[in-house]
């Protein structure tokens, strides 16, 4: 039995995030926190979709995908779980249409350390290393920039307005800087950062609102979109800071001038609160992590919002505070990972 085995690493953005959804240049990295996608063969026809291990809410999903001719599809588990898998189901859509795919029953798991809605690239990942996963069962001939154009794709499907920053770095890994929309890869010093999760719901919060919150990025994009219309001169301004801004950071990293660097994701996170991205519960977290020593701290990715529970993630460059930063945003309710900046990108196994 062929079985493919594609595995994808997470993102997080340094610097740059919704600004870069304007053409404004962004810094992000892989880290060290994989997604991996096993293709497999099933006996019965279609496809059966199985995500284990997403390290959020508890939540576990076990969906039955049954394609019934070409057009109609059953979907056995239930409203809040498609709308919760929205990515899976959309990339085999768009495969189907796309490539020479489908006729034998498939077999997918999907098996993530990429804690979801956390600002940490888990639906890019899912789309790329599903991608790379299919294509290669299906022997589509395929390269990694095939892949990540794909996923670029199924992405924008989903979510409108995304950026090509994710899936760039599901797909390449490393670091890359996005600039006028295009992608370049950087060779960057390996980078010792904590990732502080918000990952829990209120429990005031309405529990059917947890499907929503898989759509979160798109919600925020969305809100950032009116707002810029709404204030369209101080937000030219606002934008044109933080491409600056990241244009500093890059040649601090690349002198590897740390104070430097923290003082500028401070400078960033400052911004993200002018344009409506940090809910209460982050920057609760990023003020703890400066108070207690970090060199900066900021959200990252899309951010949060309060009326979606604050749920989000925040980047500490903690300098020698390590461990007391980590106490700091664990007594906050976050939960505090070590992670390493450019890990490897997307690599494809096969097991026969
Ligand atoms: O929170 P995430 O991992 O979905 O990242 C979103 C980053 C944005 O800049 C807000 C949107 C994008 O497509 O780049």
């Known amino acids: ?8 690493p ?20 892989a880290i060290n926190r994989r997604l991996e996608v096993v293709v497999s063969s099933r006996e019965k026809s279609g496809y059966h979709v199985k995500i284990a291990n997403i390290p959020t809410f508890g939540l576990q999903l076990n969906l039955e995908h049954e394609k019934v001719g070409r057009e109609a599809y059953l979907y056995k588990d239930y409203d809040n779980a498609s709308k919760a898998i929205a990515y899976v189901k959309k990339t085999i859509d768009y495969l189907e249409e796309n490539y020479e795919i489908g006729g034998k029953g498939v ?7 990429i804690p979801l809605s956390a600002g940490l690239g888990s ?6 290393a599903t991608i790379a996963a299919l294509k290669e069962y299906f022997d589509v001939a395929t390269d990694l920039e095939g892949i990540r154009k794909d996923a670029h794709s199924v992405e924008k499907a989903v979510q409108g307005n995304a950026s090509p920053v994710d899936t760039a770095i599901s797909t390449y890994g490393g670091y890359v800087l996005v600039e006028d929309a295009e992608v370049k890869r950087l060779p960057l010093a390996e980078l010792d950062l904590i990732v502080g999760t918000i990952g829990s719901i209120p429990l005031s919060m309405d529990i059917t609102k947890t499907a929503e919150i898989s759509l979160k990025t798109k919600t925020i994009v969305e809100a950032v979109k009116a707002r810029r219309e709404s204030f369209s001169s101080i937000f030219g301004h606002i934008f044109d800071a933080a491409d600056e801004l990241t244009a500093q950071a ?6 590897k001038d740390f104070a430097t660097l923290g003082a500028l994701m401070n400078v960033n996170h400052g911004l993200l609160d002018a344009i409506g991205v940090v809910p209460r519960r982050l920057s609760e977290l990023v003020k703890r992590s400066q108070e207690s020593g970090a060199l900066g701290a900021k959200v990252t990715g899309a951010g949060g919002l309060d009326a979606m529970g604050g749920v989000g993630s925040v980047l ?11 106490v700091a945003l664990e007594m906050a309710g976050a939960l505090a990972l070590d992670v390493k900046t450019g890990e490897t990108g997307l690599k494809v196994e096969q097991f026969v």
């Open 123 to 128: 639906s890019a990942a899912t789309c790329v």
């Open 250 to 255: 890059l040649i601090a990293l690349e002198r």
């Open 107 to 113: 077999e997918l798991e999907i098996n993530s350390e």
């Open 1 to 8: 039995m062929k079985i493919i085995r594609a595995s994808v």
């Open 316 to 326: 500490v460059l903690p300098g020698e505070q390590k461990d007391r930063i980590k």
């Open 10 to 29: 997470a993102k997080a953005i340094l610097f740059g995030e919704h600004f870069v959804v304007y053409g404004k240049r962004a810094l992000a990295t």
